[in-house]
């Protein structure tokens, strides 16, 4: 059986503790609006993120706060920052990439905490049923446009996920995918 799967494209963006944001910021953080998966947010506050050889402004803080700190980037700016993150799924942070972020109060060195996010399917426990496959099984993901080609994506099944395809900027590039595009999920 195969079925689709609507896309979700992650541009670079970071997830904070409160304690760091409040290092970065005085005000309170406010929402922009919400994301698609069940209580994410992107926050109106944004970072300068930065390496040794460059840096990027504007980089989005999604909210809630989490327990732990981190920077999700894509190859490219990988080069433009002049590091080499890890590709991790998100909170496996054991030998990733240290790097500075900066907010309108200073800037913070951050170790172990820039990866490349691994692509992945969020689904609930009734996806999983639907769909029959399993939490953190590969499943394969057709593009079948001018370009044609596959991605090999994880399933990550939470309580209130929502069915979406989270790529980042350089895969979506790659096969000009465009946001809520719907891919077949290959069975
Ligand atoms: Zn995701």
Known sequence: MNWKVPVG?????????????????????EKLKDLKQTGEYASKQTVTIKGPK??????RILGPFRSYN???ISNS?????????????S????????ITIIGENGSIELQNSCIIAENHIHMDQKDLIKY???????????????????????IKASENGILEFHIDRDEANAFQIENEEEL????
């Open 54 to 59: 460059g840096e990027i402004e504007k980089v």
């Open 9 to 29: 494209i992650s541009n670079h963006h970071v997830h904070l503790t409160k304690e760091t944001y409040e290092q970065l910021f005085c005000e309170k953080i």
């Open 91 to 98: 909170g496996d942070l054991e030998n990733a990439e240290k």
């Open 77 to 89: 700016d990988a080069f433009i920052l002049g590091i080499k993150p890890p590709v991790r799924k």
């Open 70 to 72: 981190q920077v999700e």
């Open 132 to 154: 029959q496959v399993e939490d953190n099984s590969l499943v394969k993901v057709l593009v079948e446009k001018t370009r044609k080609g596959c991605f090999f994506a994880r």
């Open 184 to 187: 077949t999920v290959q069975k």
